[in-house]
T-cell receptor, first 113, second 115 residues
Framework: EAQVTQNPRYLITVTGKKLTVTCSQN?????MSWYRQDPGLGLRQIYY???????DKGDVPEGYKVSRKEKRNFPLILESPSPNQTSLYFC????????????FGSGTRLTVV | AQSVAQPEDQVNVAEGNPLTVKCTYS??????LFWYVQYPNRGLQFLLK??????LVKGSYGFEAEFNKSQTSFHLKKPSALVSDSALYFC?????????????FGSGTRLSIRP
């Protein structure tokens, strides 16, 4: 089944404790992206990647890191999480660029206390 | 700069009635336009897109959307609503002429269909 898989689905952590949210797609998509969803704000892009080893900042990149060492994986790293990063996170992928629709993962609900 | 607006936070419709979820956009060039649906505890699912061609686009689950260039709108419609259509709907836009590979999402509209 073609899909984007995120892990974990739920995570509660403490301020300052480094964490990684994994994202993997099995569709050989070139384009991958991370979004956060907050009430009343819709989805805001954190980082995106056009292909392996090519990443760029989205609208809200502060406090986040990403890497794209392999085509299928695009992990999101929070080096020192803070409570304002409590949010619902989505990974998405697309065949090539953004002219095509995204396929989204199921989401990761992160709570930072 | 590109932007997208969904002017209604919530839309309430009786089952069997037609529904419309509104979306307006702003781009400097020609737009790519998308609609996504989010069910509780799920990721967003692609419904339909407009790239070029016919202004009326048909998508999944009986939904359609009408592209109106003069009004810069891309409203989502369905002739007869089902209770199972209740969900959160997002409109999204990308500027076709932009070098930035980014889709901008609206803030979402919660659609509630009452039996």
């Amino acid at each position: 089944e073609a899909q984007v898989t995120q892990n974990p689905r739920y995570l509660i952590t403490v301020t300052g404790k480094k964490l990684t949210v994994t994202c993997s797609q099995n569709m050989n998509h070139e384009y991958m992206s991370w979004y956060r969803q907050d009430p009343g704000l819709g989805l805001r892009q954190i980082y995106y990647s056009m292909n392996v080893e090519v990443t760029d900042k989205g609208d809200v990149p502060e406090g986040y890191k990403v890497s794209r060492k392999e085509k299928r994986n695009f992990p999101l790293i929070l080096e020192s999480p803070s409570p304002n990063q409590t949010s619902l996170y989505f990974c998405a992928s697309s065949l090539s660029g953004t002219a095509y629709g995204y396929t989204f993962g199921s989401g990761t609900r992160l709570t930072v206390v | 700069a590109q932007s997208v607006a969904q002017p209604e936070d919530q839309v309430n419709v009786a089952e069997g009635n037609p529904l419309t979820v509104k979306c307006t956009y702003s781009v400097s060039g020609n737009p790519y336009l998308f609609w996504y649906v989010q069910y509780p505890n799920r990721g967003l699912q692609f419904l339909l897109k407009y790239i070029t061609g016919d202004n009326l686009v048909k998508g999944s689950y009986g939904f359609e959307a009408e592209f109106n260039k003069s009004q810069t709108s891309f409203h989502l419609k369905k002739p007869s609503a089902l209770v199972s259509d209740s969900a959160l709907y997002f409109c999204a836009v990308r500027d076709m002429g932009s070098s930035a590979s980014k889709i901008i999402f609206g803030s979402g509209t919660r659609l509630s269909i009452r039996p």
